[in-house]
């Protein structure tokens, strides 16, 4: 069976910190990994990797993945109040179209 | 783009009754998705719909929950009799064509169930 876990499960930093949080999986025919940001609602898309070594970045994010060893990162530098959320990590296999989740990192920014 | 809409946002049931949560995805996305999220489970795929047609509903947890898509931009998924264990918010997901593993799906904001 699929599995994601993500951790820590929760961190509290001060604003301006920079933050690393990680997610490893175990899939099978592994295609695609995919960050995403939910706060009070609905989860919103940051990033999917495919490939290996190549970092994707959004501004204050980025995030990189490494295939042999199963895993990925999320950082966000300089931190703000609004970074405030939990970070979700999910994987997919080769030719499927469902995403399995891991059970998220809550990220805490005190001003 | 007015993006997933989901109705209702909000409801609370007793338990034994018959719960419909209703889902219309982005205009042109031809693949729809249903998650439940609870704190101790956190998001699960429940079912996933490709051009109206049911894929993989190995995550439905059991004969009370059934879901439809009679077409393109709307779906429904009940819940029947309800149970205090379907308490949790039920998203709804949609995902442009393309190749298979590597579509993005966009969620919308949920309905939080919750059965008395």
């Keep these: 069976e699929d599995k994601v876990v993500q951790s820590p499960l929760s961190l509290v930093v001060h604003e301006g910190d920079t933050v690393t949080l990680n997610c490893s999986y175990e899939v099978t025919n592994f295609r695609s990994l995919l960050w995403y940001k939910q706060e009070k609602k609905a989860p919103t898309f940051l990033f999917m990797l ?29 931190t703000q109040t609004g970074d405030s959320a939990v970070y979700l990590c999910a994987v997919r296999r080769q030719g499927a179209q469902k995403l399995v989740f891991g059970q998220g990192t809550r990220l805490t920014i005190n001003p | ?11 609370v049931t007793e338990m034994g009754q018959e719960v419909t949560l209703r889902c219309k995805p982005i205009s042109g996305h031809n693949s729809l998705f249903w998650y439940r999220q609870t704190m101790m489970r956190g998001l699960e795929l429940l079912i996933y719909f490709n051009n109206n047609v049911p894929i993989d509903d190995s995550g439905m947890p059991e004969d009370r929950f059934s879901a439809k898509m009679p077409n393109a931009s ?17 998203f709804c997901a949609s995902s442009l064509p393309g190749a298979r593993g590597t579509d993005t799906q966009y969620f919308g904001p949920g309905t939080r169930l919750t059965v008395l």
């Design chain 2, 1 to 11: 783009d007015a993006g997933v809409i989901q109705s209702p946002r909000h409801e």
């Design chain 1, 50 to 78: 495919t490939s290996s070594g190549i970092e994707k970045k959004s501004g204050r994010l980025s995030s990189i993945l490494d295939k042999k060893e199963l895993f990925s990162i999320l950082n966000i530098t300089a």
């Design chain 2, 74 to 90: 709307f779906s429904t998924l009940k819940i029947q009799p309800s149970e205090p264990r379907d308490s949790a918010v039920y």
